[in-house]
């Protein structure tokens, strides 16, 4: 059966601008496809060189960041052995220092420091302690050469701790921990910050009342604790009227540091998350720390007398992980019992092969 040439030319002609307007999508649909495909690539390539910047930013709200530090060397090879330096005793928080000279055969090795956690002050009545500040960390991936000789030292927390800590007797910042030696230069990081007005700074809320700092429906005592009350006002601050949420955030303390053959990633340190209700509900929480994020984030609500403090230290089995800060605690009117917590310790590792 043949078709009419009229009716076929008709057809032919409908179809023509139909055909060369499908080419003319798909040419472009390609020029798009190839336009992503470079944006993406220039992404991948902004990922690649900013990482340390990534890590750095990241935050406490994004550890899943982290995994952009370097963990092996760029050969891909596993470190055969390594060691770390940090206090081995129950209570987790004084310092260690060593030398270390790299053996005969080694390459190449990879120094991690935490600086130490900070401690908190006992409250007075009435009042909470959040958890102190974390320490920062670093890392860095260099060649090293046999007889090479490095200093090695983790920062103490606080080694001449108050057991009766009441007040600020306790609320100290963490030392810093650090690496000397061949092809590293001013390699270091903070220990965690333990100010609560300090804090109050970092979270940009400030404000003076009767000589004192609003904060979350009270006021700061002796830089040690949030005097807080559900019925009256705190000293110098108002009542608890409202609900308050202050999320994770990174510190201002921060790490150092250069290498000659390799890059420093770092994490700066950081702050808990704190929440406080009308209820008389007060609930923190510790952020992750670098290496240890499974077991170093940690709730505690604090609505029961003296739960917190020494009562959660490390040496009862508490936060067993190098830099965090010292545990939360809350305090009702007339107690005098309990202390305050600690810090823990800095440490450093070295992996090499």
Not at 3 to 9: A, H, K, S, T
Not at 76 to 92: E, H, I, L, R
Not at 274 to 300: D, L
Request: include cysteine; proline fraction near 4%; charge should be neutral.
């Amino acid at each position: 059966m043949s078709i009419d040439v009229l009716r076929y030319n008709a057809l032919n002609a409908i179809n023509k601008p139909i055909v060369a307007n499908l080419v003319g999508n798909i040419n472009t649909l390609n020029e798009d496809i190839a336009t992503q495909n470079g944006l993406c690539l220039s992404a991948q390539d902004d990922i690649i060189n900013n990482k340390p910047l990534l890590a750095n930013h990241a935050g406490p709200n994004q550890a899943n960041l982290w995994c952009v530090i370097p963990e092996l060397p760029a050969t891909g090879d596993s470190w055969v052995n390594g060691f770390k330096v940090c206090d081995t005793s129950a209570d987790f928080r004084c310092g260690a220092n060593c030398t270390w000279t790299v053996p005969t055969g080694v390459t190449c090795a990879r120094f991690q420091i935490w600086g130490a956690g900070a401690g908190r002050g006992f409250g007075c009545c009435c009042a909470f302690v959040p958890f102190g500040g974390t320490g920062s960390y670093a890392s860095v991936i260099i060649p090293v050469t046999a007889d090479d000789t490095y200093t090695l030292c983790a920062g103490c927390a606080f080694c001449c701790y108050a057991v009766a800590g009441m007040n600020n007797v306790n609320g100290q910042p963490g030392c810093q921990s650090f690496v000397t030696g061949t092809n590293l230069s001013n390699f270091c990081a903070d220990g965690g910050e333990s100010s609560l007005f300090c804090e109050l700074q970092t979270r940009c809320v400030s404000g003076a009342i009767a000589g004192a700092c609003v904060f979350l429906g009270g006021c700061i005592c002796s830089n040690a604790s949030v005097c807080w009350s559900v019925t009256t006002p705190g000293v110098g601050g108002p009542a608890c009227c409202y609900d308050n949420m202050f999320p994770m955030i990174s510190s201002c303390k921060t790490y150092f540091g250069s290498a000659t053959g390799g890059t420093v990633y770092g994490i700066r340190g950081s702050f808990g998350s704190i929440a406080v209700n009308c209820n008389g509900s007060i609930c923190v929480q510790h952020p992750p720390i670098y290496g240890f994020a499974s077991t170093s984030c940690c709730v505690a609500q604090l609505t029961t007398n003296t739960v917190g403090g020494c009562c959660r230290s490390a040496s009862a089995g508490f936060l067993l992980v190098p830099g965090a800060g010292a545990w939360a605690q809350f305090r009702c009117a007339g107690n005098v019992s309990g202390a305050s917590d600690a810090g823990r310790m800095g440490m450093v590792c070295v992996s090499f092969l």
